[in-house]
């Protein structure tokens, strides 16, 4: 599946990371290892450090302690960039006057590799639509991307991560905004990515809803990391890891999709 000089089966790997950003530690001995073919779902309430993670994973911040390897090459000499593709969930934030169609929101992917200001060749023009089509969003290409729902947009940009052909990646809370029939859908294309296309995932959310009908294995943050292992162990002790991890009514948070119930208040 994976079609690059693939050395490792080891996608991430964190040791012992502690992070801070100002005096009180925010993550603390974070050890994780996501292998090539994974489909994480890291779970977190608001506040655990879920994005501080990510933004380690990403170099933006530098860890107090610890280390990180992508790719089995230590984030200090990783040069692979292009192989991980990420989606936040601020990129949902087109309005219905951004005049651009799927189209050109996808083909944006490709800057970093083409430049802004050279024409798209017949093949990259060809990597787009893949990308679309991966996303199953082919007809709406031509669609104004301000007339698409939440979720459709999401898929939008999970499209336009996926056009530099990524073997990782990272999606930040993806479905916020998204009502609960399409989170279903749409964690059902992740899925296919996962295991039609090979790519690993790192799905990241404080809503643990459906997710684990289709992760893969699961990791719950709360500045340590209180569980990772696949997903039939994390549902065998599920209640208990979620009043850990939230400390408060488990039911409400496991059975019901509404984001709202899942908010709880940062410190
Ligand atoms: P999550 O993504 O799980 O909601 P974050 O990683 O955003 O959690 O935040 C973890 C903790 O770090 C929170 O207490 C938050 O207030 C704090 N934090 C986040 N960003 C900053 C920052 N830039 N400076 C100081 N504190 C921050």
Redesign the pocket.
Known sequence: MGHRHQLTDSVIQVNHLSFK??SQY?LEDITLHVRKGAFLGLV?P????????VKCLLGIQTPQQGDISLFGEPLKKFSGWDRIGYVSQKANSFNSGFPATVFEVVSMGLYGKIGLFRFLTKKHKQKVYEAIEKVEMSAYTNENIGNLSGGQQQRVFIARALVSDPDLLILDEPTVGVDVHSVQQFYTMLKQLNQEHGITLVLIT?DIGAMTDYVTDVACLNKHLHFHGDTDTFTESENEMMSTLYGHDVHMLTHNHDHSACEVP??
Do not use: A, D, F, P
């Open positions: 950003y100002t925010v977190g608001n506040g655990s450090g879920k994005s501080t993670l404080h940062t410190s």
